[in-house]
Structure formats: structure tokens, C-alpha cells
């Protein structure tokens, strides 16, 4: 999982420092995407869930998988199925050498014609044991469709975790240039009072230019991601996107128990696995049963030139005598189921590892949320509060204002930076225990 999170608040936005009113930053995101929640039922983004339903119907990928797991599906009643029988007509004396007419193709023309009708029969259980394989094909088939799924929901939530979280950086960044403005016109009032110099004046004027151009690059990149979005649903690159609103709230813990069992018995690819060893199974089933020989009977009648029709009845067996290459396939299928179970046992493993570790970075990220929420952001805001009124009553500088608002603003973006990672880290769980399914 790629916890990288390329945040645009970076020196720019720090230098910037005076940017911010940022606890009312959060509130001005909010109550935009609450603007468009009248647009939310119509066009997908504001939730994750909303635009997984539209891909579960759109995205051409999954409809391939379900397609396929529908074909798979069709091949077990046929599986079943006798063989088709045969029909032979045989043209005896064709050359009419003993009635010393001219050589005949026809019917009836010739010395004797037999009409045949021949029906193969598998040998026993051989039939049962290919419908058998069929439902395995299908069970794989399924397990497979689950798994692109799986995989595609989970792509979906963790591109929306992003365009949310720089939906919310876009918040953060008008609000700082809000707040760049206003003392800027500040300044501008002090210096033609003569109050502060000129230097401090086009300082500030730097930082406004700078803060736009953060802007510019949050808004490509909250464009690229959405393009990204429309692309997994099957829509237009520049189809509109509802404004993100705020997920559900993190939860406070996992329970690890629950989660190793829902990984045994949800995981999409260790089922994948599981579906393989049935499937590798009963082809060696079929496998062993090609010792025993295949039959047909038949039907003949016969209509010689002259004399009496007659009918023959027969019989046939196929006597499997190729005994080392039946050996050599039973061999095969044997490392065929063994290398089925391996697999399982390696995509337990691997999922057990991954899930070890998305646990772990999102306890990490809870308690950290904790501490910012608790301890460092408080603290921060009141000192740039304190700040800001001793810059109104001149008892400090322009720089002490900045750094005060540089302090803030950097945590705020840790935060932001905290929950996204935490969120990427429940998802990547999610993915891993099934739950998207």
C-alpha cells in the first residue's frame, strides 16, 4: 500500500504562515460539499460507496468477469450430456461389379446400402465426474469475479480517500490565501502610516503569489484524481463528480480476532486458491477415471439390391491400452493439486502479512489522531490565537504572526495527512477481509 501523499501545503504554504482562521477551514469545506449534497443522489463522488454501485454496473472490467463466470456457469448441463450420436451410410459394391451396371454414388444403386445410427457412452461415473469439474470451473469462475471485484472497490475507495483529502487541502489552502489577503491589506494600511517597512509589504505579496500557484497544483491534482475516478466507472475523464463529504467516522480500535477470522474465510484471493485445489481436484479424479474403457452401441439396416432388408445390432468397447501416457496425465494432475495447495497456503500467508501490517499503520495513525487532536492542535491554535492579539494591540511582530500560523497550519496538515493514511490503511483491511464483496 502506497501511504505517499503528495500534500501542496508545503514550504509555500508554512512561509505563509498568516493563512489562517484554519479552524474555520474545515467548516467552509463542509458546509461545501453539504452545498452539494442536492446533486449527490444524481452525480456519484460524495461518498465512496456511491461510486462503487455505479461500478458495480459500469466498469467494463468487472463485466468481463462476471460474464465469464456466467460462461462457466452455462458449460455444466452440457458437461453432462451424452455425446452426440453419429449417423454413417455405407454404399457396399459401389462400383456394381457383380450386377455389371455403371458405378453408383446412390442410394439404392448400388449393391448394398447400410444406414447406421451409433451412440458413444462415456464409461461409468465419467459423466458425474465431469459435471463435477464443471461446477469446480465454476466455483472458480465466481471466486475470480469476486476477487476483480473486490480488488476494484477497494481501487475505488482508496482514489476517493485521495480526491477527498484534496478536496479538503483545497479547503485548507483558500482559507490560508483568505487570510494572506487580509493581512496583506493590513500591511498595506501600516506601511502607508508608516508603521511597517516596504520589505514586509512585498514579502507578503510573495506569499500570495506563492499560495495561488499551491492552489493551481491541488486543483490538477484533485482534477487528475477524479479523471482517475470517472476512468474505473467507465465514464468521460471530465465527468462531473459530487463534492466528497466527510466519511464515516474512524472507529476506535479493530478486533483482531475478528479480522483473522474473516480473513480465513473472506479473503478473495485464498478463496481463489480454495476454488483452485476443488478444481484440480476433481480433474484428477478425471483424470483416474480414463483407465476405464468408453463404449457405443449401434444400429444397422440393412438394404442389400435385391433381397430381403435385415437389421444388425453392435457393440463396441475402447480399450484404454495406452497405459504409460494415462500414467504420465495422472502424474500431472497429482502436482496439479499439490501445486493448488501451495498456492492456497501462500496466499494465506501473504494475506496474514498484509493484514499484520495495515493493522499496525492504522493503530499507529489512530493514536496519532489522538495526540494531534488532543494535545498539539490545541495548543497551536491558542498560540496563534495569542499571537494575532498581540499583533493587534502591537505588541509583536509580523514574523511572530507568521510563525504562530506556520505552527498551525503545519499540523493541520499533518492531521489531514494522518487521517488519510489511517483511512488508505481500513480500506486496504476491508480489502483483505472481503468486505467489499
Not at 149 to 178: F, P, Q, S
Not at 252 to 273: D, G, I, K, T
Not at 315 to 336: C, D, T
Not at 403 to 427: G, K, S, Y
Request: charged share 25%.
Amino acid at each position: 500500500m502506497n501511504n505517499d501523499f503528495p500534500f501542496g501545503v508545503h514550504r509555500s504554504l508554512r512561509r505563509a504562515a498568516c493563512m489562517i482562521a484554519l479552524a474555520a477551514g474545515f467548516g467552509l469545506s463542509t458546509a461545501f460539499a453539504q452545498g452539494a449534497g442536492a446533486n449527490a443522489d444524481a452525480i456519484p463522488g460524495a461518498t465512496a460507496r456511491s461510486l462503487i454501485d455505479h461500478a458495480r454496473l459500469a466498469n467494463p472490467g468487472f463485466a468481463a468477469a462476471r460474464a465469464e463466470a456466467d460462461a462457466a456457469r452455462e458449460r455444466v448441463t452440457p458437461a453432462g450430456a451424452l455425446p452426440d450420436p453419429r449417423f454413417e451410410l455405407e454404399l457396399m459394391d459401389a462400383t456394381n461389379t457383380m450386377s455389371g451396371r455403371s458405378a453408383s454414388l446412390l442410394p439404392g444403386q448400388v449393391g448394398e446400402t447400410r444406414y447406421r445410427i451409433v451412440q458413444p457412452l462415456p464409461g461409468w461415473g465419467k459423466r458425474e465426474l465431469a459435471v463435477q469439474a464443471a461446477q469446480a470451473q465454476v466455483g472458480q469462475a465466481e471466486a475470480m469475479r469476486d476477487a476483480i471485484w473486490v480488488e476494484l472497490a477497494a481501487r475505488i475507495e482508496a482514489l476517493w480517500l485521495r480526491y477527498y483529502a484534496a478536496d479538503r487541502e483545497r479547503g485548507l489552502a483558500r482559507d490560508a490565501l483568505a487570510l494572506l489577503q487580509g493581512l496583506e491589506a493590513l500591511g498595506l494600511a501600516r506601511y502607508e502610516l508608516g508603521l511597517l517597512p516596504q520589505q514586509a509589504v512585498l514579502r507578503m505579496q510573495r506569499e500570495i503569489t506563492a499560495q495561488r500557484l499551491v492552489l493551481v497544483d491541488i486543483e490538477q491534482r484533485r482534477q487528475g484524481l477524479a479523471a482517475g475516478l470517472n476512468g474505473l466507472l467507465g465514464r468521460a475523464h471530465d465527468a462531473p463528480l459530487a463534492a466528497p463529504a466527510d466519511p464515516d467516522p474512524l472507529p476506535e480500535r479493530l478486533e483482531a480476532a475478528a479480522l483473522v477470522e474473516a480473513l480465513a474465510s473472506a479473503n478473495p484471493e485464498v478463496q481463489v486458491a480454495a476454488n483452485g485445489i476443488d478444481l484440480a481436484r476433481a480433474e484428477r479424479e478425471r483424470t483416474y477415471q480414463d483407465r476405464l474403457p468408453d463404449f457405443a452401441v449401434g444400429v444397422t439396416n440393412n438394404r442389400p439390391d435385391q433381397g430381403k432388408a435385415s437389421w444388425d445390432v453392435m457393440f463396441e468397447v475402447m480399450i484404454p491400452l495406452q497405459q504409460s501416457s494415462r500414467r504420465a496425465r495422472e502424474r500431472e494432475a497429482e502436482y496439479r493439486v499439490m501445486a493448488a495447495e501451495a498456492r492456497r497456503e501462500d496466499a494465506r500467508a501473504r494475506a496474514g502479512a498484509e493484514l499484520g501490517s495495515a493493522a499496525s499503520m492504522f493503530a499507529r495513525g489512530r493514536e496519532t489522531l489522538r495526540l494531534l487532536d488532543h494535545t498539539l492542535l490545541p495548543q497551536a491554535q491558542a498560540t496563534r490565537d495569542a499571537s494575532r492579539a498581540a499583533l493587534a494591540s502591537g505588541t509583536v511582530d509580523f514574523d511572530s504572526v507568521i510563525e504562530a500560523e506556520r505552527q498551525l497550519i503545519d499540523i493541520r496538515t499533518r492531521r489531514l495527512q494522518t487521517e488519510l493514511e489511517t483511512r488508505l490503511a481500513l480500506a486496504e483491511i476491508k480489502k483483505l477481509t472481503g468486505e467489499f464483496k
